[in-house]
């Protein structure tokens, strides 16, 4: 049989979809490619027992299509539990579009984009993320009502950006109460690695708050003007994993926490805006677990995002979002208590509440 010749290390390439490491019974992936705009594209979508899978677009210089197509699958399953574990009535699902977004987003990219997004009729309901901006998402609207995050002079909720630095935020100073006794982050040693939307407004919030800031990014000028902007200090070492800190906040890109990285990272908790922190969520999050090392899981405290769109879906105004941001410092401490009791990892707590939700759902819908 042609199985029988086929070496272990192309089954890849004979299953390129279901036989990705990141495949995790994803219900829909959907190929999008445009000639005349250039578009090349991908779907996630991972479950939709709750409702809608919602996840925002993400345009990346990728380097090949099977770090996008990882991305995607990656990506998409995180927001099925980040709408579960923050009770919103939503599925999983995120995009990635294949290209260079200051150089190669057009307006009639965005709107071939908003086509294919179209033809899912609702089951997939894009947002903002990295490479997209909020007006991005009023383009897209001009094609297909299967999008949020619009500005709010369009009847959105405006830039989510701020929204999840709020929670994360939140989210950091729960796990500093689990791991030092205290929420109080002045003083406080963060070192921000990615600034961002996210990152410069979680900076500006731990800067009012008095906690000492060390900045991070590929940009230098970013790290200039965020610096400058706020006092924070530009990381100048070779080493930013050793750097002594009490906080880690990962908020670039994912994997972070690595084989490679694992070992050297001195702070006491980890809390930031990056989705997928943990290269190997099991190896990773039990290592962080072992070393006392506090891990605040990404999916719940980064969900100010999603709360923040969700609101134009609902209805729901501004006070209704911080309240249900705010109660991320809630959960977060509910999730490390009971990984503590139970001698699991925080990961696996914040999994364990999301799988019982979704799984309750699929009863009812069954019944």
């Known amino acids: 049989m042609i199985s029988d010749i086929i070496n272990s290390n192309d089954l890849h390439k004979v299953n390129p979809v279901f036989g990705q490491l990141s495949f995790d019974e994803h219900e829909q992936v959907v190929f999008c490619n445009d000639k005349d705009t250039g578009l090349k594209a991908i779907i996630g979508i991972h479950n939709t027992i709750l409702g809608p899978a919602l996840g925002g677009t993400r345009m990346w ?25 923050t009770g919103l009535n939503l599925g999983g ?11 190669q987003k057009t307006p009639e990219l965005m709107k071939k984009f908003g086509e294919f997004v179209h033809s899912l009729s609702g089951k997939y309901i894009t947002a903002e993320d990295v ?11 001009t094609v297909t009502p299967y999008v949020t995050g619009m500005s709010e002079s369009q009847g959105g909720a405006g830039n989510p950006s701020p929204i999840t630095a709020y929670g994360v ?7 500093c109460k689990f791991q030092f006794g205290s929420d109080d982050m002045e003083d406080r040693k963060v070192l921000v690695q990615g600034i961002g939307h996210v990152g410069e407004s979680l900076v500006e919030h731990l800067t009012d708050e008095g906690a000492q800031v060390i900045i991070d990014d590929i940009n230098p000028e970013r790290l200039y003007d965020v610096s400058k902007k706020y006092g924070a200090t530009i990381y100048q070492g070779n080493s930013l994993y050793s750097e002594q800190v009490d906080v880690y906040a990962p908020c670039a890109l994912g994997a972070t926490i690595n084989d490679d990285t694992v070992y050297n990272i001195k702070a006491k908790v980890i809390a930031g805006a990056a989705n997928n922190q943990l290269a190997n969520e099991n190896i990773h999050g039990k290592i962080l677990q072992e070393r006392g090392i506090t891990y605040a899981p990404d999916f719940l405290i980064n969900a100010g995002g999603i709360i923040n769109v969700y609101a134009e879906l609902e209805g729901y105004g501004k006070q209704e979002i911080i309240r249900k941001t705010e109660n991320i410092f809630n959960t977060t401490i509910e999730i490390l208590e009971n990984s503590k009791a139970n001698n699991i990892t925080s990961n696996e707590s914040a999994l364990n509440i999301a799988r019982t939700r979704i799984a309750d759902r699929k009863k009812e819908n069954t019944k």
Do not use: Q
């Open 131 to 141: 490479g997209m901006e909020t007006s991005d998402m009023d383009l897209i609207r």
């Open 169 to 175: 935020y939140m989210g950091m100073k729960a796990a």
């Open 61 to 85: 210089s990728y380097k090949n299509e099977w770090e996008a197509l990882n991305d995607a699958l990656r990506l998409s399953r995180g927001m099925t539990f980040k709408a579960a574990i």
């Open 93 to 103: 699902g995120k995009a990635v579009i294949i290209g260079d977004a200051r150089t």
